[in-house]
């Protein structure tokens, strides 16, 4: 078996990245189009971000907290980019985004329906000019459907795709997921469809137009809720910490603490009657025999494993849970898994300073190549280094002079 320290070669630091020469023209801002680009960044490509004149991208000022001059939220999308400061709305920054869109291998970006197209910088605009570019559009609906016009939201993708049908509570309100989920899966669906068209080109030699909307994504991520839905055409409920079709799978209070006990199959939870909790009579209960029997009474069972685990603290569970190799983990705050030895010991965080010389520290790029990535750089202050990329793609140019 094949292991890396934490994530790198020996000569990570000079791996150009799987996606080096790749140019990434980046029209996005907030969170899905720019986690997009991120993790296109952190593979190696060279993405130039596109910022407005005045404040730029929005998340800049979506603090406190902030890491130096930046909001923490604009440093945990924009790592390994350049920023150039480009007012669309002129045609001297129109021209400008039609020649560099000429140069670049991708373009993202997320404005509204039509918005690009009345500036001419839409798919049908620039694929005469640069037929091999794949341009992917970002929206909270689509570019068709009854819904294409309308702005999308995180927030609101939430709601109407269900999810926050079945999060919380059952004696509660539906509750939105405490992380932007919809923007960061549809991030995620945009890396893989870019990476995929890439890969379509260099068959082809064609580029193309992707078109990828929050509320198809989030619902793509329902998964085996939607399946469910399907299936029985009844509609889904809240189990809180529960998990609808596993039993035992939720959290459970020790007398110091909470922790999550996750049993996936019957012979895991023989192993957790008989050398956990010692307690023969839950194993043979038939009441609780198969993964059926346990979801029939699941009130029954949480209630009986509930006042076992209330006995001991939790370091005496995990000890015990782990020496079975049971799965179950303490639940942390935040701050608590940053800390983690686990964070440390797989260089999970990384540390800058702002242009002004403030700190920043961000989580990095999660997956381990063996042959390495190049080392993440600092999120830009905005118009920094955008200029000088920008020659560097229009250097061949006429006029290329004249570029910022």
């Given at each position: ?9 020996p ?5 150009p ?8 023209l980046?029209?996005?801002?907030v969170l ?5 680009t ?18 730029g991208?929005e ?7 902030y890491m ?12 390994s ?5 480009v007012?669309?709305?002129?045609a001297?920054?129109?021209r400008?985004?039609r020649?560099?869109?000429a140069e670049?291998?991708v373009?993202?970006?997320n404005?509204?329906?039509g918005?690009?197209d ?5 798919y049908d ?13 970002v ?17 609101v993708?939430?709601?109407e ?6 999060t ?15 923007d960061?899966?549809s ?9 995929a068209?890439?890969?379509?080109r260099?068959?082809?030699?064609r580029?193309?137009f ?24 009844a509609?889904s ?8 079709n596993?039993v035992?799978?939720?959290v ?8 999550v ?15 956990v909790l010692e307690d023969?009579?839950?194993?043979d209960?038939?009441a609780?025999?198969?993964?059926a029997?346990?979801v ?5 069972l949480?209630q ?10 939790r ?7 782990a ?9 942390r ?7 983690s ?9 990384h ?15 999660p997956v ?10 600092r999120p ?20 290329a002079?004249?570029?910022p």
């Amino acid at each position: 078996m094949t292991v890396f320290d934490g994530g790198a070669a020996p000569d990570a630091a000079r791996s150009p990245g799987p996606l080096h020469g790749i140019r990434v023209l980046d029209l996005s801002r907030v969170l899905a189009g720019p986690w997009c680009t991120q993790c296109l960044a952190d593979l190696g490509a060279q993405v130039l971000k596109i910022e407005s004149p005045g404040d730029g991208d929005e998340t800049r000022s979506w603090g406190p907290p902030y890491m130096g001059d930046l909001a923490a939220y604009y440093t945990c999308a924009n790592r390994s980019k350049h920023s150039l400061t480009v007012d669309l709305k002129s045609a001297e920054g129109q021209r400008l985004i039609r020649d560099l869109a000429a140069e670049a291998d991708v373009l993202i970006e997320n404005f509204k329906l039509g918005t690009l197209d009345r500036f001419g910088l839409g798919y049908d605009d620039l694929k005469p000019v640069n037929p091999a570019l794949i341009y992917c559009s970002v929206s909270g609906y689509g570019r068709t459907g009854p819904e294409a016009a309308r702005a999308g939201y995180d927030f609101v993708i939430q709601g109407e795709t269900g999810l926050m049908s079945v999060t919380g509570f059952p004696d509660g309100p539906p509750t939105k997921v405490g992380v932007a989920v919809s923007d960061l899966f549809s991030g995620l669906y945009a890396s893989q469809a870019i990476l995929a068209a890439l890969l379509g080109r260099q068959r082809t030699g064609r580029g193309q137009f992707l078109d990828v909307a929050l509320f198809d994504c989030q619902l793509a991520a329902m998964a085996n809720v939607a399946a469910g839905a399907l299936a029985t055409g009844a509609e889904s409920r809240r189990y809180g910490n529960a998990h609808p079709n596993v039993v035992p799978y939720e959290v459970f209070e020790t007398s110091d603490g909470p922790f999550v006990l996750a049993i996936g199959n019957d012979r895991q939870f023989r192993t957790l009657c008989e050398s956990v909790l010692e307690d023969l009579a839950m194993r043979d209960d038939p009441a609780f025999r198969t993964n059926a029997d346990r979801v029939a009474n699941r009130v029954l069972l949480s209630q009986r494993l509930a006042a076992r685990f209330r006995e001991r603290p939790r370091a005496h569970w995990m000890e015990r849970l782990a020496a079975r190799s049971l799965p179950a983990g303490a639940v942390r705050s935040v701050v608590q898994a940053l800390a983690s030895d686990q964070v440390a010991g797989r260089n999970l965080l990384h540390s800058f300073e702002t242009a002004s010389g403030g700190p920043i520290r961000v989580v990095g790029y999660p997956v381990k190549f063996e042959d390495g990535l190049p080392p993440p750089a600092r999120p830009p202050a905005q118009g920094e280094g955008g200029g000088e990329i920008a020659k560097q793609w229009l250097g061949h140019r006429p006029g290329a002079g004249r570029t910022p």
